[in-house]
Structure formats: C-alpha cells, structure tokens
T-cell receptor, first 116, second 113 residues
Framework: AQSVTQLDSQVPVFEEAPVELRCNYS??????LFWYVQYPNQGLQLLLK??????LVKGINGFEAEFNKSQTSFHLRKPSVHISDTAEYFC??????????????FGRGTQLTVWP | ETGVTQTPRHLVMGMTNKKSLKCEQHLGHNAMYWYKQSAKKPLELMFVYSLEERVENNSVPSRFSPECPNSSHLFLHLHTLQPEDSALYLC????????????FGQGTRLTVV
C-alpha cells in the first residue's frame, strides 16, 4: 500500500502570490498521481493527473504539478492565486499494478487560504 | 454536475435508526467506491465494487452494509451507528479498476446523535 504525505496542513497566502503545495509518496514503483480540490461541503474535484509522458502536468484553474520520480514527489503549483482558490487540496496516488491496483491513497489534505 | 449524484446531502440519525445512503453514476463506469471523510483524518476507503461485485472491504464494521444492485447504483445501509461514525461519506466511480481517475459525488454529511 502507498503512503501519501502532504507536508503542510495549512498554507496561507496573499492574493496574486505564487503557491506550492507539497506532496510525497512512499513507493517508487509505477504509480498514477492526482491532485483533487474540495470546496466546503462539496465532494472532490479532479484538478490534474499524471498517468505517463511529460512530467509537467497542467490542470484546471491555472494549476500545474511536476512529477519527480527520484524524489517521489508531485508538488502542486500556481503562479498567482485568487481568493476563489481557497479550498482543501488532496494529493492522491494509485498503483499501476499489483494487488492494490486501482486503489486511491490520499494524503491528509492541505488547506489553502488566500487573503486579499 | 459531476456525473455522480449522492442523496441525501445531509442526514441526521439516532443511534437506533436505520437509514440508507444512495449513490448514482451516469458515466457508464464499472467500478464504484465508498469513502469516509472525518475531520483531521485522511480519506478512508470503505468498499470497492467492480461490475457489481464487492472486491474490497477495508475492515469496516458490520453496522455499515453496502449494496450494488447494478453498475450505476451503490447504496450504503446504516444501522445502530455510533456518534464517531459522523462524517462526510463520499461515493466515487471509475471506468474500471485500472486506477486512472475517479469521479466523486458531493457527499452525504451524516450526523449521528
């Protein structure tokens, strides 16, 4: 089974500032990687995903993430945040093979708060 | 509209009640999931169904009973719950078990009193 670590439980930033939300996972075997966003009282919405190919992945709302296999990381970035980006962000990993194929493992989440 | 619809959105129930959560997906997916989201804890995978067959049960107490009558519908039957079962219950679906992407419903906020 995978273990997903989101290093910051809360990230406060000012509007228009850049932001990076960090995510590390435990295993270097083949994985799929995801970032989800959750607004208050809502379900999870997919921001972006890495399945294969280019290690820099672009998602919705101006977010992007970079897969770093050697560091087993998949950090989420945005060059300029808006107040509407305030939400909880979850990193998730699934194994591409083995008995746990298809199971999504989530981090504990990072609360991003954007201040005016 | 996410393609995965959960009802009800909110539910308050006593410890002796029996209730059911419903999930419906309109995406033609073959796999469906129940997750529990409690405050300060990671999302917990409870059950996995593939082609209406349960393929995973992650040590969930028997007071939670899933049912998958067809590939579009998933239920979670609840009985004699405890206050610590209060949480947001999320349903998700995916095309198959290959793990490429899951789509989530908006969740049912359950409060056990």
């Amino acid at each position: 089974a995978q273990s997903v670590t989101q290093l910051d439980s809360q990230v406060p930033v000012f509007e228009e500032a850049p932001v990076e939300l960090r995510c590390n996972y435990s295993s270097s075997v083949s994985v799929y990687l995801f970032w989800y966003v959750q607004y208050p009282n809502q379900g999870l919405q997919l921001l972006l995903k890495y399945l294969s190919g280019s290690t820099l992945v672009k998602g919705i709302n101006g977010f992007e993430a970079e897969f770093n296999k050697s560091q087993t990381s998949f950090h989420l970035r945005k060059p300029s945040v808006h107040i509407s980006d305030t939400a909880e962000y979850f990193c998730a990993v699934s194994d591409r093979r083995g008995s746990t194929l298809g199971r999504l493992y989530f981090g504990r989440g990072t609360q991003l708060t954007v201040w005016p | 509209e996410t393609g995965v619809t959960q009802t009800p959105r909110h539910l308050v129930m006593g410890m002796t009640n029996k209730k059911s959560l419903k999930c419906e997906q309109h995406l033609g997916h073959n796999a469906m999931y129940w997750y529990k989201q409690s405050a300060k804890k990671p999302l917990e995978l409870m059950f996995v169904y593939s082609l209406e067959e349960r393929v995973e049960n992650n040590s969930v107490p028997s007071r939670f009973s899933p049912e998958c009558p067809n590939s579009s519908h998933l239920f979670l039957h609840l009985h004699t719950l405890q206050p610590e079962d209060s949480a947001l219950y999320l349903c998700a679906s995916s095309q198959d078990l290959a793990g490429t992407e899951a789509f989530f419903g908006q969740g049912t906020r359950l409060t056990v009193v």
